[in-house]
């Protein structure tokens, strides 16, 4: 690892945190059945213990320890150089927009308000979010991020609309069900898997030896174009750009 990556990725987690204001958190309720109600009801917290579960590489293994057993999730390698070459590209990318440096790059990408956010050094794995640009929203959304060693969940909720991205580098020898199963494969012919959901649209993808899912979810799916049709997902993956994470002893 190169001091050049670690000061890249260490100068875009400052200023990604560098706006987050502290909020009041909310007790954990049950988690909402519909759509409609997550996104009327996001509580920070409740949302990011209900998204980790069990389809997603057994990291609820980790927020509740259970005893050992034979499948046990394993830590995959990150392959810190192609993500040295592609932050290189992402911050060319944005100093074409008058983006010169890598400091003032995430004002381009959704910013946490939670006080957990300010713990993403310790994530050992490349924090991916979309640009701001492509999420499309009217009006600027309440952002979430709870970051992990080995995994992180961001929560990006607007009036009619909750995006939940989920990134981790634990994995199953055999994948212990067939969701987890998809998303370790998560190889389509454009390097990801994109389904449609009861409530809107599921990206699947790997990315540097980690795996990563997107989640949209609509409050009125059916009349929600970024829920009824696969594009805005697409979208939202091929932007898809590195705000923060490092590499631990001996990576």
């Known amino acids: 690892m190169t ?10 987690a400052v200023a990604l945190m560098s706006t987050s204001a502290p909020i009041d958190m909310a007790e954990a309720q049950e988690r909402p059945t519909t759509a409609r109600e997550r996104i009327t009801n996001v509580q920070s917290r409740d949302l990011q213990v209900s998204r980790v579960r069990p389809a997603n590489l057994a990291v609820a293994t980790l927020v509740q320890p259970a005893p050992a057993r034979p499948n046990r999730p394993r830590v995959m390698p990150i392959d810190w150089g192609q993500v040295r070459e592609d932050l290189q590209r992402q911050n060319a990318q944005f100093s074409d927009n008058n983006f010169t440096t890598a400091a003032r790059l995430p004002q ?6 939670n006080n957990e956010a300010a713990e993403i050094a310790r994530t050992r794995l490349p924090v991916l979010l979309p640009p701001s ?9 309440r952002v979430f991020l709870f970051p992990q060693e080995d995994f992180y969940t ?35 012919p454009d390097g990801y898997q994109i389904t449609q959901t009861e409530y809107g649209v599921e990206v699947n993808f790997n990315r540097y030896g ?31 750009g590195i705000v923060a994470g490092s590499p631990g002893e001996g990576e």
């Open 154 to 188: 961001a929560s990006i909720n607007a009036p009619g609309i909750l995006i939940e991205v989920f990134g981790t580098r634990l994995a199953h020898t055999e994948a212990p069900d067939p969701v987890t199963l998809r998303r370790l494969r998560a190889q389509g």
């Open 3 to 12: 001091a050049q990556l670690k000061f890249g990725i260490s100068m875009l």
């Open 210 to 240: 980690a795996a990563y899912s997107i989640t949209i979810e609509c409050e009125f799916p059916l009349a929600d174009d970024r829920c009824s049709e696969l594009e805005y997902g697409r979208q939202l993956v091929e932007n898809i």
């Open 108 to 113: 381009t990408f959704p910013r946490p308000s």
């Open 133 to 141: 640009a492509t999420l499309r929203l009217t009006n600027a959304p």
